[in-house]
């Protein structure tokens, strides 16, 4: 393929109707390394809002076993972006995240923010950093697929826009960034287990922190009580990435799909999984479904029934 014939491709699809396919191309064949560092850092900007940070915190899940809640979170999303929103193994992973949600007092405010971020996040990271910037028919799509996955789970009052989820995003962060000493003790596990993840596992995990420091902006790093990289971090780390950029924009586009499962970063179940056994199982969620099992790397699957 040409280098810009996936480009050609998303760009011909209606993203009020093929928004799907037009997000799994973006995600898994056209940016893969961005989207998946941008929704960590998504996932990461979440945690400097008290009420998120300190209920991940008080679930002492994502500071005891910060592997494999990240696993858990690729893995179930992966199934949705794989089949879709509305095929077994899709349903499946919604149901896994709602019965996790729904163990809990979550404002529908706290759930569309975390919605926003997944939305806003990506676009922003390749607007920056990305080879070439997104059109308006990939941000519709990829605005409207996540959209949908939000009615699934229940949230009400989900913007229309790109636009005013960015809009919404921001006010929220605004209004609601602060230190919290959980949402820390989140956040620090969280930069830990980056460390540990390919090729960063080969340099100072005082490094990569920093790498990581430079790339947030100065809200996000006050509610942490983070301090505030000097301008050349800034720079360097900046510029590490666009230099990235330049080089992968000559290289061929992806064949084949990439999903989280084929991520060097997912450790978690080396001999494969089971999409409706992965993440926690609150007492007030108690109900067991057939499963569906994924094998770690290839395709292979058994088939199930979904109620």
């Known amino acids: 393929m040409k280098r810009y014939e996936l480009r050609h491709r998303t760009d011909h699809l209606d993203p009020d109707t093929q928004y799907e396919e037009i997000y799994r191309i973006l995600a898994t064949q056209e940016f893969p390394w961005d989207i998946n560092q941008a929704l960590s850092f998504a996932l990461f900007r979440t945690y400097a809002v008290p009420s998120v940070g300190s209920l991940l915190f008080g679930t002492d899940e994502f500071t005891s076993r910060t592997q494999k809640r990240y696993d858990d979170t690729g893995l179930i999303l992966d199934a949705v972006l794989e ?3 509305t095929s077994t193994e899709g349903r499946s992973g919604i149901r896994r995240m709602n019965q996790m949600h729904g163990a809990y007092d979550i404002s529908n405010d706290d759930m569309l923010y975390v919605l926003a971020t997944f939305i806003v996040t990506p676009v922003r990271w390749i607007d920056q950093y ?9 941000i519709a799509g990829s605005t409207n697929y996540y ?54 596992n ?3 995990a005082v490094a990569v922190k920093h790498f990581a420091w430079a790339l947030m902006d100065d809200p996000l790093l006050d509610a942490f009580h983070y301090r505030r990289p000097a301008r050349i971090e800034r720079i360097l780390s900046i510029g590490a990435l666009k230099v990235r950029a330049r080089i992968i924009r000559f290289f061929p586009p992806r064949s084949t799909p990439k999903f989280a499962r084929d991520l060097p970063n997912i450790r978690s179940y080396p001999d494969g999984y089971q999409v409706d056994q992965l993440g926690t199982f609150p007492k007030t969620c108690p109900v067991q479904h057939k499963t569906v099992r994924h094998k770690t790397g290839s395709d292979e699957k058994q088939g199930n029934t979904i109620p």
């Not at 990305?130 to 990939?138: H, I, P």
């Open 83 to 85: 089949h879709g929103i």
């Open 130 to 138: 990305g080879w070439r910037k997104l059109t308006a028919n990939e």
């Open 147 to 200: 959209r949908e996955l939000g009615r699934y789970m229940g949230i009400k009052q989900i913007p229309v826009t790109w636009d005013d989820f960015a809009l919404f995003m921001d006010a929220y962060e605004r209004a609601h960034f602060r230190y919290d000493a959980g949402a820390r003790a989140v956040a620090d596990s969280t930069l830990n287990l980056l460390c540990t993840f390919p090729p960063n």
């Open 202 to 204: 080969f340099a100072p």
